[in-house]
């Protein structure tokens, strides 16, 4: 078993490192792939020291998985080469989440929908994956007729350079700029560019990432998106609309048993999803569960999880777990 890794040496290359081994993924080869300026670098697996080598070096040796985690400019470039030579592509940028041959997928949600023949696969943003994890056996249940999500997103869903800015600025020091504005003490109502309906590409890609992995392609859903000055985790809050009426109990009911999903939902005691209470872990947590006293048939929730890990790096190894559960995988043990 060879597995590449594309952009091994950042934020949510790093998690992917650690959720390898700590989930035991049987690898007899693993491939760090870094930029021109990481090649050459040392990294730790396992407890071996590795290189980190260039792309055509990886694709050369020929993986059967291939995790990117680079951007869209590289995995647009390479990861239809790696395909090519039959290697599963596993890609959590962008760049093919809304293309209609190329499935997005959430393994608990709709990994059902994949075949051995395909080749790219797509992996959510992380906002939107915490999101339809909740959102799936509910709408089994009782119908989704709309939902509205703000979120509350960590620094590092932008990457190590936000991370620094706000090291730097707790530290009194404010000429690192990723964001436009200081993000210590402060929210930014900003997440990747403004498209031209006001909304960020941030918010629609919630939108749309929502309505194609629940296979729901008119549903309502609209979402603002925030940047704050946290670290461990997204938080959202959700507002959901159901077509059927609902009994709060089996609300709850039903969260509790989805997989991958912890309920904290104990408001007298101040038990509540917190980013210090997700950080490093794989759970998807949900509280604060409560009508919406305004509107009948609707719903309010909490749901906090690590961004790093299933919103992008546990998410993109259970996929490489299920295609070696299908026996996909050739010349794997």
């Known amino acids: 078993m060879r597995l590449a890794l594309i952009g091994a040496t950042g934020l949510v290359g790093e998690e992917m490192l650690r959720v390898l081994e700590q989930r035991n993924f049987p690898i007899d080869m693993i491939i760090p792939v870094g930029s021109e300026r990481s090649q050459g670098k040392r990294i730790i697996y396992a407890g071996k020291e590795l290189e980190v080598l260039g792309i055509s070096k990886a694709l050369y040796l020929k993986p059967q998985i291939a995790l990117f985690s680079a951007g869209s400019e590289p995995s647009k470039e390479w990861a239809p080469k790696f395909a090519a030579e039959g290697c599963f592509v596993i890609d959590n940028s962008s760049a093919w989440r809304y293309d209609e041959d190329k499935p997005l997928i959430v ?41 509205i999500i703000s979120t509350y997103q960590s620094v590092t869903g932008t990457g190590k350079a936000a991370v620094d800015q706000l090291n730097a600025e707790r530290k009194g020091n404010f000429e690192h700029k990723t964001y436009p504005y200081q993000i210590d003490l402060n929210i930014i109502p900003q997440i990747d560019v403004f498209l031209d309906n006001g909304y960020s590409k941030e918010e629609m890609k919630v939108v749309w990432e929502s309505r194609k992995i629940l296979g729901l392609p008119n549903l309502n859903v609209t979402c603002t998106a925030v940047r704050i ?52 872990k794989d759970e998807v947590y949900v509280g604060r569960i409560r009508r919406d006293e305004s509107r009948e048939k609707c719903l309010n929730l909490w749901i906090v999880s690590d961004n790093l890990r299933k919103g992008a790096a546990t998410n993109a190894v259970q996929i490489a777990e299920y295609l070696l559960k299908k026996n996909w995988i050739k010349n794997a043990s």
């Not at 395909?118 to 909740?134: E, F, G, H, Y």
């Not at 799936?136 to 009782?142: G, I, M, N, V, W």
């Not at 999903?261 to 101040?270: E, R």
């Open 107 to 147: 393994p608990e949600v709709n990994g059902n929908v994949l075949k051995e023949s395909d080749k790219i696969i797509a992996n959510p943003n992380c906002s939107t994956i915490q999101l339809v994890m909740v959102l799936k056996s509910l709408d089994a249940a009782f119908s989704l007729e709309r939902v």
């Open 229 to 280: 000055p946290v670290m461990g985790g997204h938080s959202e809050s959700v507002n959901i609309e159901f077509k059927n009426a609902f009994e709060l109990n089996k609300i709850k009911s039903i969260i509790e048993t989805i997989p991958g999903v912890v309920v904290m939902d104990d408001p007298k005691n101040s038990r509540y999803p917190m980013p210090l209470y997700a950080q490093g």
